[in-house]
T-cell receptor
């Protein structure tokens, strides 16, 4: 019952910015956008989240469109260690539950 | 190291057996979770406890019983194991702040039922 649509896979070059799109056209005003990633054989790792404003932290930037129907996760300088499955998740503000979809498999190439 | 830890990392067992997976977090978090990741790599929440109280119980067979002896521990007991229970089980924890709800995941327990 994931509420997001992401490309199945994408490649990016090491050292370049990686822009990961996510569509969440049915998002409600009380729902956050979260991004997690899962490196092979490890547990998922939180990256960033936002409600309506753009957000930046040491790992990435999150750009949310004004209508909130889509967002883009930006990894500013992709490294080989960023190769992972990236999950875009919509979470209701007062709900502990995260619903993971299929995610985008990102491969960073040297 | 502060982290979420799980034991065992690998578990191979026969159908019909009963097994437990343990999870501990030393992050001081109030909420803990169990997720199941099947062979198709979909990650689905199973249970969540907040301060030892069950708050999420997804449609999971009652052969699965979580137990939280204290805030730092959430164990998963599985009775009468079936082939379809083979998966990677992840434990996670988060601070009791719904505005953020950043979940920290353990390394996973790979369960194989033969």
């Amino acid at each position: 019952d994931a509420k997001t649509t992401q490309p199945t896979s994408m490649d990016c070059a090491e050292g370049r910015a990686a822009n990961l799109p996510c569509n969440h056209s049915t998002i409600s005003g009380n729902e956050y956008v979260y991004w997690y990633r899962q490196i092979h054989s490890q547990g998922p790792q939180y990256i960033i989240h936002g409600l309506k404003n753009n957000e930046t932290n040491e790992m990435a930037s999150l750009i949310i469109t004004e209508d909130r129907k889509s967002s883009t996760l930006i990894l500013p300088h992709a490294t080989l260690r960023d190769t992972a499955v990236y999950y875009c998740i919509v979470r209701v503000v007062d709900d502990y539950k995260l619903s993971f979809g299929a995610g985008t498999t990102v491969t960073v190439r040297a | 190291d502060t982290a979420v830890s799980q034991t065992p990392k690998y578990l191979v067992t026969q159908m019909g057996n009963d097994k437990s997976i343990k999870c501990e977090q030393n992050l001081g978090h109030d909420t803990m979770y169990w997720y199941k990741q099947d062979s198709k790599k979909f990650l689905k929440i199973m249970f969540s406890y907040n301060n030892k109280e069950l708050i999420i119980n997804e449609t999971v067979p009652n052969r699965f019983s979580p137990k939280s002896p204290d805030k730092a521990h959430l164990n998963l007991h599985i009775n009468s194991l079936e082939l379809g229970d083979s998966a990677v089980y992840f434990c996670a924890s988060s601070q009791d702040t719904l505005a953020v709800n950043e979940q920290f995941f353990g390394p996973g327990t790979r369960l194989t039922v033969l």
